[in-house]
């Protein structure tokens, strides 16, 4: 089984700290990817890699940066946090050369006070 | 623009009944994803549809694929409470870059 963990389930964080949320991958996947969840907003990318090294913004970037220096991890950071980042950060790994089938971590839900 | 319509958005119906979530999209794809949410938990994948006509069941859940008509259903049979969730179609776009397109989820609650 694809296994996709997240490094916190819940984080509080004040405004203008900076944040890292981790996402390790058990399955060789090229494909790795960041959304946030809002109510009323569905599923929104933040950031995709599909290599090492490799990254490209998905439909929401600002305010948050990646980092991908082994297949197995991405991380995402909040250079300085502020409140409208408070969200449920969920991260995904896909295998396919193309897209394919995703698999999600359990999520972590940020609160930026 | 690449769009994923799926309707209803909000839907409570009783045990027993039968209903169809629908799921369309505006672009070419023969690969179309079903997810499934728990209230305060990530995705679960549920289902993959990878060609036209593809139909897949499992339980009382069953979803296929018209790729003519882009258009995805997922059909609840004899519906049970544990069935409440949020359910999310994904469309596999051939010119996405790599993303997936995803709906806006359907919020099913099943009352006893």
């Known amino acids: 089984d694809v296994k996709v963990t997240q490094s916190s389930r819940y984080l509080v964080k004040r405004t203008g700290e900076k944040v890292f949320l981790e996402c390790v991958q058990d399955?060789?996947?090229?494909?790795m990817f960041w959304y946030r969840q809002d109510p009323g907003l569905g599923l929104r990318l933040i950031y995709f890699?599909?290599?090492?090294?490799?990254?490209e913004k998905g439909d929401i970037p600002e305010g948050y940066s990646v980092s991908r220096e082994k297949k197995e991890r991405f991380s995402l950071i909040l250079e300085s946090a502020s409140t409208n980042q408070t969200s449920m950060y969920l991260c995904?790994?896909?295998?396919?050369?193309?897209?394919?089938?995703?698999?999600f971590g359990p999520g972590t839900r940020l609160t930026v006070t | 623009e690449l769009k994923v319509e799926q309707n209803p958005l909000f839907l409570s119906m009783q045990e027993g009944k039968n209903y169809t979530i629908y799921c369309n999209y505006s672009?070419?794809?023969?690969?179309l994803y079903w997810y499934r949410q728990d209230p305060g938990k990530s995705l679960e994948s549920l289902f993959v549809?990878?060609?036209n006509g593809a139909v897949k069941q499992e339980g009382r859940l069953m979803a296929s694929l018209d790729t003519k008509a882009r258009l995805s259903t997922l059909h609840i049979t004899a519906a049970v409470h544990d069935l409440s969730a949020t359910y999310f179609c994904?469309?596999?776009?051939?010119?996405?870059?790599?993303?997936?397109?995803w709906g806006a989820g359907t919020k099913l609650i099943i009352k006893p």
């Open positions: 994904a469309v596999d776009a051939l010119d996405s870059n790599y993303q997936l397109i």
């Open positions: 672009t070419t794809s023969d690969r």
């Open positions: 549809l990878l060609s």
């Open positions: 399955m060789d996947h090229e494909n």
């Open positions: 890699s599909y290599d090492v090294k490799m990254k």
């Open positions: 995904a790994s896909s295998f396919d050369v193309g897209v394919g089938e995703q698999y």
